[in-house]
Structure formats: structure tokens, C-alpha cells
């Protein structure tokens, strides 16, 4: 054989041997960077795995918390309904009871526990001078045509006893009246 031909495949062999190890170098260190990233990658998937339960768990929990709410909402529609209901009877009997005082024809002057006018009959504004402002007022401020009334004392007493009492008076022009 040819010692240049020898010379060259030698040569060739050499740089074929050197490309072989230079591309097995890169195979490896290719192989490691893989199974760094496949690492990595598994690491992130786990921990995807796990917020991804979290979220599961705080899902089901604000679904809890939704349901808990209707619940509360739908109690609370039952009770405002509850509620409109005895606003709107009560405002029935409020115009009643006023329709009624309207219609009296006896002087009647309604006081709270605190002897503050709280309503008052047509027949009663003539007898107290009362007018509608006055409601609110304390009882003991009213000038009647009555002469001899200690209504204070009277409604304090009553409120006090727990029963009902009469007095009778007169007004300036001799009239009986039975409180």
C-alpha cells in the first residue's frame, strides 16, 4: 500500500474519530441539559399539580360560600317580604285608626308614656286650641277651655296604676265632660 494513501486515510480517520467524540461530547452534554430540563419540567408540573388543587380547594370552598349566600339571600327575601306585609298592615291600620279619629265626634287626645300628644280627634282641637304641630308636644303644655284639669297627674296616674280612672269637669261656659 501507498504510504500517502495510508497517510491520508489515516488522517481521515483521525478527523473522523475527532468529529466522532467532538459529536458524542455534544450528544452528552445535549442528554444532560435534557434531563436537567426534564427535571425542571417535572418540578413545575408538580408544583402546577399542586396550585391546581389549591384552586380546586378554594373553588369548591367560594361554591360552599355561594350556596351559603343564596341561602342567606333567600332568608332575606322571606323576611323583607315578611316585613312589606306588616308595613302594609300596619299602614292599613294607621288610615283606619285615622279614618276613625276623624269620624269621632268626642274630644279624644292620644299620649305616649312620655305624656307627649301623639294624636288627637277634631272635637279634642277645639277643647286644647290643639293644631297639627302640636303633636309632640308634652300634655302638661295644652290651655283647655276646661277649667279644673290636672291632666299630667290624671294620665300619670293611670299610666302608674295600670287601670283606668274618671274625672269630671267643666269648661268656662259650664259644660260637663267626663275624662
Same mark, same amino acid.
Given at each position: 500500500?501507498?504510504?500517502?494513501?495510508?497517510?491520508?486515510?489515516?488522517?481521515?480517520?483521525?478527523?473522523?474519530?475527532?468529529?466522532?467524540?467532538?459529536?458524542?461530547?455534544?450528544?452528552?452534554?445535549? @442528554?444532560?441539559?435534557?434531563? #436537567?430540563? $426534564?427535571?425542571?419540567?417535572?418540578?413545575?408540573?408538580?408544583? !402546577?399539580?399542586?396550585?391546581?388543587?389549591? +384552586?380546586?380547594? &378554594?373553588?369548591?370552598?367560594?361554591?360552599?360560600?355561594?350556596?351559603?349566600?343564596?341561602?342567606?339571600?333567600?332568608?332575606?327575601? &322571606? !323576611?323583607?317580604?315578611?316585613? $312589606?306585609?306588616?308595613?302594609?298592615?300596619?299602614?292599613?291600620?294607621?288610615?283606619?285608626?285615622? $279614618?276613625?279619629?276623624?269620624?269621632?265626634? !268626642?274630644? @279624644?287626645?292620644?299620649?305616649?308614656? /312620655?305624656?307627649? @300628644?301623639?294624636?288627637? &280627634?277634631?272635637?279634642?282641637?277645639?277643647?286644647?286650641?290643639?293644631?297639627? #304641630? /302640636? @303633636?309632640?308636644?308634652? !300634655?302638661?303644655? +295644652?290651655?283647655?277651655?276646661?277649667?279644673?284639669?290636672?291632666?299630667?297627674?290624671?294620665?300619670?296616674?293611670?299610666?302608674?296604676? #295600670?287601670? &283606668?280612672?274618671?274625672?269630671?269637669?267643666?269648661?268656662? $261656659?259650664?259644660?260637663?265632660?267626663?275624662?
Amino acid at each position: 500500500q501507498d504510504p500517502v494513501v495510508q497517510y491520508d486515510l489515516q488522517r481521515e480517520l483521525d478527523r473522523l474519530e475527532n468529529e466522532l467524540t467532538s459529536t458524542k461530547l455534544f450528544l452528552q452534554s445535549t @442528554i444532560e441539559e435534557m434531563d #436537567s430540563s $426534564n427535571e425542571e419540567l417535572k418540578a413545575a408540573n408538580e408544583e !402546577i399539580l399542586s396550585s391546581n388543587e389549591e +384552586l380546586q380547594s &378554594t373553588n369548591e370552598e367560594l361554591q360552599t360560600a355561594k350556596e351559603e349566600l343564596q341561602a342567606s339571600n333567600e332568608e332575606l327575601s &322571606t !323576611i323583607n317580604e315578611e316585613l $312589606n306585609n306588616r308595613n302594609t298592615e300596619a299602614l292599613r291600620l294607621g288610615d283606619d285608626l285615622e $279614618n276613625l279619629l276623624k269620624s269621632v265626634d !268626642i274630644p @279624644i287626645v292620644m299620649v305616649g308614656a /312620655d305624656l307627649r @300628644i301623639r294624636r288627637f &280627634t277634631p272635637g279634642a282641637d277645639d277643647l286644647f286650641s290643639l293644631i297639627g #304641630s /302640636d @303633636i309632640g308636644r308634652p !300634655i302638661g303644655d +295644652l290651655k283647655s277651655k276646661l277649667t279644673d284639669v290636672h291632666l299630667e297627674c290624671w294620665i300619670s296616674h293611670v299610666l302608674q296604676e #295600670s287601670a &283606668t280612672s274618671d274625672y269630671d269637669t267643666t269648661d268656662r $261656659n259650664g259644660r260637663w265632660y267626663r275624662i
